[in-house]
């Protein structure tokens, strides 16, 4: 706070280059309520002040951890109620722990997957094929991993039918 008792405010511009972020950001966090609507100059500026810029460093921590604007915002309007979030945000924590553990799990199945293939490489490349008998020969497995998934990337979605 200056020396004469004033809390200092600073345009988009200033408070977007000192966080990192573009002023677009902002506007857009202020758009979907993750920000409050911000007081103006006379001349039309938006000015924030240093809780405005607590907040926009607190979203971004969030988002670093994963949370989505949505979850940020939960967490926002619980703090806005008078509830302290904490309890909402381990939950959260939990749920995104579960996540990576799966994503853990499917990368782990994935890289087996390429090994196993690398390993076969050597019988598979000489068979007869379209293209490549490394990857025509090889069967995926079929518990619907990133392999399978991957595999099914190159396929054209279903045609609509009226």
């Avoid at 000192?18 to 002023?23: F, I, S, V």
């Avoid at 920000?35 to 810029?53: F, K």
């Avoid at 979030?85 to 381990?90: D, G, Q």
């Avoid at 619907?144 to 099914?152: E, F, L, M, Q, Y």
């Amino acid at each position: 706070m200056p020396a004469d008792g004033t809390v200092r405010q600073v345009r988009i511009g200033g408070i977007a280059a000192a966080l990192g972020l573009n002023p677009k950001t902002i506007r857009y966090y202020e758009q979907i309520g993750l920000l409050p609507v911000q007081a103006r100059t006379a001349s039309g500026y938006r000015v924030y002040g240093p809780a405005d810029e607590d907040r926009l460093r607190f979203i971004g921590k969030a988002k670093a951890l994963g949370l989505t604007l949505k979850e940020i915002g939960e967490i926002l309007e619980l703090r806005r109620g008078g509830e302290r979030p904490c309890e909402h945000v381990l939950e959260l924590l939990d749920s995104k722990l579960a996540e990576v553990d799966a994503q853990v799990r499917a990368l782990t199945d994935f890289k087996q997957e390429l090994v196993t293939m690398r390993e076969e490489a050597a019988d598979t490349a000489a068979a007869e094929a379209c293209v490549c008998g490394i990857i025509e020969h090889h069967v995926t497995f079929s518990r619907g991993g990133p392999a399978r998934v991957a595999s099914n990337l190159w396929r054209r979605p279903p045609r609509r039918t009226r």
